[in-house]
Every structure is written in C-alpha cells, then in structure tokens.
C-alpha cells in the first residue's frame, strides 16, 4: 500500500488533500472544496474544533505549458481525515478508509514506541545533565534553540537514511526525487534556478514541494528504524 500518513515535524500522524485526492480517485479541488464546506457549516462552538483539525497551505503546480499556478490544498490530522471522510460512500471508499485507518494506527505506532519516544528520553537526559552540572543557562548555551526548518529536517533525515542504508546521501536525494516524480508527477529538476549555487532542494522549497518531500522522506526514514 503506498504511503498516504506521514509524521509532521511535532510528532503528529498526518495525511493531507492530494493524498486523499490521488487515493480516492477525486480531483484535488473537489477535496478541498470538500475542506471548505465542513469549516463553512461549522457552528458557532465547533468552529474552533474542526480548524484546529486543518492547516492550509499552497503550491505551485507545473501547468501543461510550462507556467506554474498557486493552488490550495491542506493537511489533516485523523480526525480531519475521519470527518472528511464522512462523505465518501460506496464499497471502494470504505476499503480506502480502512486502509487510512490502518496507517494512521502504524505511524502513531511508531511516533509512541519507536525513534521519537527514544530522541525525547535523551533530551530529558540532557537537560538533567545540565541542571546538574550547572551548564543549562551558561552562556555558551542558549536556553532555547530556534526550531528547525522543515528544510533542514529533511536534510537531516535523507542524512539518517543515508547511514541506516549505508549508502551516500547522493543515492538517497536520487530515490526521493523519484519518488516525488512518480508519485505527484512533479520533476523539481525541471525548475529554474534563479541564482547562482541554488540547491535543488532550494528550488523545490521555492516551488512549495516541500511538504511533499518530508511526506516522502520520513516515510522512509519510518521504514528503517
């Protein structure tokens, strides 16, 4: 089964609109219209519940003659998922939520048992070493470390797969690329660069395939550990 949840940057099973769309043989636009419709009809004291469980974002999408055009799309948590799922009938769209309801159990499987439940036990360790070595507010050392970008996650997860594979992250950047390829039909090679020393993954952030590439990239990563 192709990977339709994935895991967001704070640890949360995720899924959005284009993934929806592809699995359930809809157009993109009709499931966001679909999104739109449930925050419209709303109620005053469910409003704030059915946001919290969607986030809209853009991207550009590469057009037949070679322009792009800004279009919405949005990620969904379970109960996004679950809600917006309400509306599809028929035998083949119940397979298609059983199928989403199986792997959004595997990744919260993984978020609670697997690298994350370790990475957040060393980073209590950590912070214990510091309070007891008086280290935590030394200067050095910020209090707090600015959060990093999605960008940078991806990097350092093609990293972590590059080692769990013993392979060169070269190798692993060519398997997202076409990954992102068959799967959305999207060749970020293909894009221009505006200047001089832009990375590839520079170009795609450009071009709003990020989203998709940390989809792709810490699906594998979740295959590995």
């Given amino acids: 089964m192709n990977k339709i949840v994935f895991i ?3 640890n949360q099973a995720l899924t959005n609109s284009l993934l929806v769309a592809e699995k359930f043989g809809k157009e993109p636009n009709d499931v966001v219209r679909a999104i739109d419709n449930l ?6 004291e469910c409003t704030a519940k059915v946001r919290n469980m969607f986030a809209e974002y853009t991207e550009d999408v590469p057009q037949p003659n070679g322009g792009v055009k800004s279009a919405r799309r949005f990620v969904m948590n379970r109960d996004g998922f679950t809600l917006l799922a309400m509306g599809f009938t028929g035998k083949r769209a119940l397979k298609f939520k059983l199928e989403y309801i199986a792997a959004f159990n595997e990744m919260e499987q993984i978020i609670g048992g697997g ?3 370790r990475l957040a036990d060393l980073e209590q360790r950590i912070s214990a070493i510091e309070e007891r070595t008086g280290t935590r507010n030394a200067p050095a050392f910020p209090d707090t470390l600015r959060p990093m970008s999605q960008r940078d996650t ?3 997860l093609v990293n972590e797969c590059a080692g769990r594979m013993n392979v060169s992250q070269r190798d692993i950047w060519q398997k997202v690329y076409n990954q992102l390829y ?3 039909h999207v060749s970020v090679r293909a894009y221009k660069r505006k200047k001089p020393g832009e990375t ?3 170009v795609a952030e450009r071009h ?3 989203p998709r590439i940390y989809a792709i990239v810490s699906n594998m990563v979740a295959l590995l550990r």
Avoid: K
């Fill in 8 to 10: 967001s940057e704070n």
């Fill in 39 to 44: 925050l419209q009809n709303a109620d005053n």
């Fill in 115 to 117: 690298g994350y439940a």
């Fill in 154 to 156: 991806i990097r350092m």
């Fill in 182 to 184: 068959y799967r959305y």
């Fill in 200 to 202: 590839v993954l520079e």
């Fill in 208 to 210: 709003g395939q990020l």
